[in-house]
């Protein structure tokens, strides 16, 4: 089945700084990537996602990478505020099977200022 | 409102002692899932459901019983509690096209296990 790692577990940068969460993948048919943000005692929120067939993605600040040859995507925040501290999850899924997504473990963001 | 509801929000039990979590959706969706969220492990998949009546195992079953008799309704069952169970539960739902894509969260439930 599919594996996805994450990492750093714990980041924590400067206000105005940018902030980079990296997910690796196992299984090659997975095609599906999104973020989810999760604030303390709150439910997972997706912030971005990316499909396979899509090397970037932007969203105001947040963008997402995939490089489906190394089996890596990465969540980039620019320009972080104090309400972007938080917990981060990338997940991984093969919409074709479409059973469930595979998260990684999490990333605690925290910016201070 | 788009809602996916779980009751109860905070759970302390005793181990042994059977309890239901119960999970409600109203936007007619086909899939629904249960996860548990543990510190440094993510979320994983315990069951899923594709449709009424269809349910199957997710990575960590053992324990846990669900039942979908109805679309809305996804219950999450533990027969006899133990400490190991002590988590963060989540239901989520999603439509059948691609329900990965459009996945709704419910609130949470933490349950203690004593």
């Known amino acids: 089945g599919e594996n996805v790692e994450q990492h750093p577990s714990t980041l924590s940068v400067q206000e105005g700084d940018s902030a980079v969460i990296k997910c690796t993948y196992s299984d090659s048919a997975s095609n599906y990537f999104p973020w989810y943000k999760q604030e303390l005692g709150k439910r997972p929120q997706l912030i971005i996602d990316i499909r396979s067939n899509v090397g970037e993605k932007k969203d105001q600040r947040i963008a997402v990478t995939l490089n489906k040859t190394a089996k890596h995507f990465s969540l980039h925040i620019t320009e972080t505020q104090p309400e972007d501290s938080a917990v981060y999850f990338c997940a991984a899924s093969n919409t074709g099977t479409a059973s469930k997504l595979t998260f990684g473990t999490g990333t605690r963001l925290q910016v201070t200022l | 409102e788009a809602q996916v509801t779980q009751n109860p929000r905070y759970l302390i039990t005793v181990t042994g002692k059977k309890l239901t979590v119960t999970c409600s959706q109203n936007?007619?969706?086909?899939?629904m899932s249960w996860y548990r969220q543990d510190p440094g492990l993510g979320l994983r998949q315990i069951y899923y459901s594709m449709n009424v009546e269809v349910t199957d195992k997710g990575d960590v079953p053992e324990g846990y019983k669900v039942s979908r008799k109805e679309k809305r309704n996804f219950p999450l069952i533990l027969e006899s509690p133990s400490p190991n169970q002590t988590s963060l539960y989540f239901c989520a739902s999603g439509p059948f096209q691609r329900p990965m894509e459009k996945l709704f969260f419910g609130s949470g439930t933490q349950l203690s296990v004593l």
């Open positions: 936007m007619n969706h086909e899939y």
